[in-house]
C-alpha cells in the first residue's frame, strides 16, 4: 500500500509540473492556445485516472466488515485527501443532485471562495447565467449513464465573468447509492469566446479607495439632481427619475429601473417609471414589464424591504419576457439590488440596480448606500395624486 501511495504521489507531482508548464505556455503564447488546450485535455484525461486509482487505494484501506479502524487506515485516507485538494487540475466532486460534496483548492480558487464555504452548494449557482441551462442539462445526461460530457461555459462568481472548459465524468463508488460526478475546469478550447459580458479585471473593482470615492462621487451627485427638484422653497422642478436612473446607471450599474406606486392599492398599481441601460431589445422588454408581477420588485413594494443578491440564484427573480425568456438571463444579470423609495407616507416605490457578471457583484456597503438614495428620491416624490 505504502509504495503505491509513494508511486501515485510521484506522478501527481510530475502532473502538476506538467500543468504548471502548460498554463505559462499559454500565457506566453496565447495564440497557440490550440494545441495548449489538446495537452491540457489530455492532463484532465490523465487526472482522472490518477483519481480512480486513488480511490481503489481507499477502497483496498477499509475493512470487509464492521470493526475496530487498523491504525494505518486514518493516515492513508488523509493522504488521499491531501492529495485530492492539492492537484494543480481544478476538480469538483458533486453529489447526484448536483451539489459539491468535494472541491480541490484549485477549483475553489478558480471559483474565486474556500472550500469549506463552497461545500454543499449547488454548482451551477457559480455558473454564469447564460449557461446554466446547458450545464444541468449535461450533468442529467452524464447521470443516466449517455458518457462522459465536455462542453464549454463561463464561471462568473468571483465579481467577473471567466470562460472555462468543463469535463463532466460519471462516477459510480461501492460505497455511494447514487452515482457522483467527477467535474474538471480547464480553460476553453481553441481560445473561444462565449457570449455575454467580456470579462473584466478585478483589481479596479477590489480597490477600497476606488470604491469608497465613486460612492461619494453617486451620492455628491444625486444630492445635486434632488436639490435642484426641490428648488427654493419647495418649487423647484418635477422630479426627473429618467435622470435619477441614468445617473446610477452611468457610474454604478448597468441597469436601473425606477417603479413608482402613485396610487394607494399595493404593488399591483406601480408603474415602471424610468429604465436606465444600453438601447435594444432587452431594455424595451424591461420597459413593458409589470414591476408589481415579478418578485423583484414586487416584494420591496410589498413588504418595504430592501432586498440584496450579491449571487443571483433565480433567474426568474424579474419575471420573463412574452417569449417566456428570464429577463435576468436576457440582461446578463450576475448581482442585484432593490430598495424601497420610501415617502413620508410609506412606501411609493422602488430602486432596483443590475449589474452584469463581468463586475464585482454588490455589497453590504453599496446597499447602504442605494437605501439612502432610496430614501432621498422617496422624500422627494411629489404627492399621491387623489384616486
Known amino acids: 500500500m505504502s509504495d503505491n501511495l509513494a508511486g501515485l504521489r510521484r506522478e501527481i507531482t510530475a502532473l502538476g509540473e506538467r500543468v504548471e508548464a502548460l498554463g505559462s505556455t499559454h500565457s506566453m503564447y496565447p495564440d497557440d492556445a490550440r494545441s495548449t488546450a489538446e495537452a491540457a485535455l489530455a492532463e484532465l484525461e490523465y487526472a482522472e485516472r490518477l483519481l480512480g486509482r486513488a480511490d481503489e487505494l481507499l477502497e483496498r484501506s477499509r475493512p470487509e466488515r464492521p470493526g475496530p479502524r487498523r491504525p494505518g487506515d486514518d493516515g492513508d485516507r488523509t493522504l488521499l485527501r491531501a492529495m485530492f485538494a492539492e492537484l494543480s487540475v481544478p476538480v469538483v466532486l458533486l453529489d447526484h443532485d448536483g451539489h459539491i460534496r468535494r472541491i480541490n483548492n484549485a477549483g475553489a480558487a478558480r471559483l474565486g471562495s474556500a472550500p469549506g464555504y463552497l461545500t454543499g452548494k449547488p454548482f451551477a449557482h457559480f455558473v454564469d447565467l447564460r449557461k446554466r441551462a446547458a450545464l444541468r442539462s449535461w450533468l442529467a445526461s452524464v447521470l443516466r449513464g449517455d458518457g462522459t460530457a465536455s462542453l464549454e461555459s463561463r464561471t462568473a462568481q468571483r465579481g467577473w465573468a ?20 467527477l467535474v474538471a475546469m480547464s480553460p476553453p478550447v481553441g481560445g473561444a469566446e462565449e457570449e455575454g459580458p467580456a470579462p473584466l479585471e478585478p483589481e479596479v473593482e477590489d480597490q477600497v479607495v476606488v470604491l469608497a470615492a465613486r460612492r461619494l462621487d453617486v451620492l455628491t451627485r444625486m444630492t445635486r439632481l434632488l436639490l435642484r427638484s426641490a428648488g427654493p422653497g419647495g418649487r423647484g422642478e418635477p422630479l426627473p427619475l429618467a435622470d435619477v436612473a441614468e445617473l446610477l446607471a452611468d457610474s454604478y450599474a448597468d441597469w436601473v429601473l425606477v417603479d413608482v406606486c402613485d396610487l394607494p392599492q399595493g404593488p399591483r398599481a406601480a408603474r415602471r417609471a424610468a429604465v436606465a441601460g444600453p438601447s435594444g431589445e432587452p431594455r424595451r422588454e424591461m420597459e413593458q414589464a409589470d414591476p408589481g408581477a415579478s418578485a423583484i420588485p414586487g416584494d420591496v413594494l410589498k413588504g418595504g424591504k430592501s432586498l440584496l443578491f450579491p449571487l443571483i440564484e433565480d433567474a426568474d427573480g424579474l419575471g420573463r419576457t412574452a417569449s417566456g425568456a428570464p429577463l ?42 442605494i437605501e439612502e438614495i432610496g430614501e432621498h428620491v422617496g422624500l422627494a416624490l411629489p404627492p399621491r395624486p387623489s384616486s
Open 162 to 181: 471567466e470562460d472555462v472548459h468543463l469535463t463532466l465524468t460519471r462516477l459510480e463508488l461501492p460505497t455511494e447509492a447514487h452515482p457522483l460526478v
Open 328 to 369: 435576468l438571463t436576457l440582461l446578463g444579470a450576475g448581482s442585484l439590488l432593490s430598495v424601497p423609495l420610501r415617502g413620508t407616507r410609506g412606501v411609493r416605490g422602488a430602486l432596483t440596480l443590475i449589474r452584469r457578471s463581468n463586475r464585482s457583484s454588490f455589497r453590504l456597503a453599496d446597499l447602504g448606500l
